[in-house]
């Protein structure tokens, strides 16, 4: 079983940045596919950012040069830099970790961008 747990969420400015982490237990982070995932009001989740075990990266086209994603390993944690927010990241932000078939899901944390 892998727990994970997200922080980092707030209130920030159009054009601000934020740093959100998703702490791993469990399982060691380098074992497994990280992503960080979103959900805005009134839409569905979507994929946001993707981390192999390779190191491969992906985004979405829509946070493509704003967002970096991260692990530490030695932190067991993996992060989402989130720079020149715009009123649209607004959303509640999940963590997640598959491992084989199983996808595990972290609580989420609150992303406004607002003036």
């Known amino acids: 079983q892998v727990q994970l747990v997200e922080s980092g969420g707030g209130l920030v400015q159009p054009g601000g940045s934020l740093r959100l982490s998703c702490a791993a237990s469990?399982?060691?982070?380098?074992?497994?596919?990280m992503r960080w995932n979103r959900q805005a009001p009134g839409k569905q989740r979507e994929l946001v950012a993707h981390v192999g075990t390779s190191g491969s990266t992906y985004y979405a086209d829509s946070v493509k040069g704003r967002f970096t994603i991260s692990r530490d390993n030695e932190k067991n944690t993996v992060y989402l830099q989130m720079n020149n927010l715009r009123p649209e990241d607004t959303g509640v932000y999940y963590c997640s970790a598959i491992r084989g078939s199983f996808n595990y899901w972290g609580q989420g944390t609150q992303v406004t961008v607002s003036s």
């Open positions: 469990g399982s060691s982070v380098s074992v497994l596919a």
